[in-house]
């Protein structure tokens, strides 16, 4: 069985999280790219973007628990709703840039709407795996939390000081 100390020894360095994250979320993002382009020929383009993003924020979770962030398995229920939470906002910014693009440019060819919703999906990615580093896939933060650190023996037993200031010059 694999101890939390073996695990965390496995986690990858910022660099090379990143990079996997490059490849699984980049992956996922180019393919999801063409499934809304091709949805959307059915069904409103927004209604696309929205199964798309449902459908891929799951498959992304799992890569990125599973390789991306080595957290060593399957990601939890709680990761997913967290990685959803910021799969939301990253809906918004491609929606933002969609809408934004069909103000300014009245018929956009299908390269320009890739272009423009690719480039949003490019922001949207970095903020996400800066989310997905520090909070979602975060290494021992509910270890942390758990941990009770023992108190040393000369502090334990010394009496608090009456007074704050006293602090500076016990000895």
Same mark, same amino acid.
């Given at each position: 069985?694999?101890?939390?100390?073996?695990?965390?020894?496995?986690?990858?360095?910022?660099?090379?999280?990143?990079?996997?994250? =490059?490849?699984?979320? /980049?992956?996922? /993002?180019?393919?999801?790219?063409?499934?809304?382009?091709?949805?959307?020929?059915?069904?409103?383009?927004?209604? *696309?973007?929205?199964?798309?993003? =449902?459908?891929?924020?799951?498959?992304?979770?799992?890569? !990125?628990?599973?390789?991306?962030?080595?957290?060593?398995?399957?990601?939890?229920? @709680?990761? !997913? %709703?967290?990685?959803?939470?910021?799969?939301?906002? *990253? #809906?918004?910014?491609?929606?933002?840039?969609?809408?934004?693009?069909?103000?300014?440019?009245?018929?956009?060819?299908?390269?320009?709407?890739?272009?423009? #919703?690719?480039?949003?999906?490019?922001?949207?990615?970095?903020?996400?795996?800066?989310?997905?580093?520090?909070?979602?896939? %975060?290494?021992? @933060?509910?270890?942390?939390?758990?941990?009770?650190?023992?108190?040393?023996?000369?502090?334990?037993? %010394?009496?608090?000081?009456?007074?704050?200031?006293?602090?500076?010059?016990?000895?």
């Amino acid at each position: 069985m694999e101890t939390a100390q073996s695990q965390e020894q496995a986690a990858p360095g910022a660099f090379t999280a990143f990079a996997r994250f =490059v490849l699984c979320g /980049g992956g996922v /993002g180019i393919a999801s790219s063409f499934a809304v382009a091709g949805l959307s020929s059915w069904i409103p383009w927004v209604l *696309a973007n929205a199964l798309i993003t =449902v459908a891929s924020t799951l498959l992304a979770t799992e890569l !990125h628990a599973r390789f991306t962030f080595g957290a060593g398995g399957r990601a939890t229920r @709680r990761q !997913h %709703a967290q990685s959803a939470g910021s799969a939301v906002a *990253a #809906y918004a910014v491609t929606c933002v840039a969609m809408l934004g693009l069909q103000l300014l440019v009245a018929a956009p060819g299908a390269v320009l709407e890739q272009v423009v #919703y690719l480039s949003a999906s490019a922001l949207a990615g970095v903020a996400r795996f800066v989310v997905l580093r520090l909070v979602v896939f %975060a290494r021992n @933060r509910s270890q942390a939390a758990a941990t009770v650190r023992p108190v040393p023996a000369a502090v334990a037993g %010394a009496p608090a000081p009456a007074d704050p200031a006293e602090l500076c010059y016990a000895a």
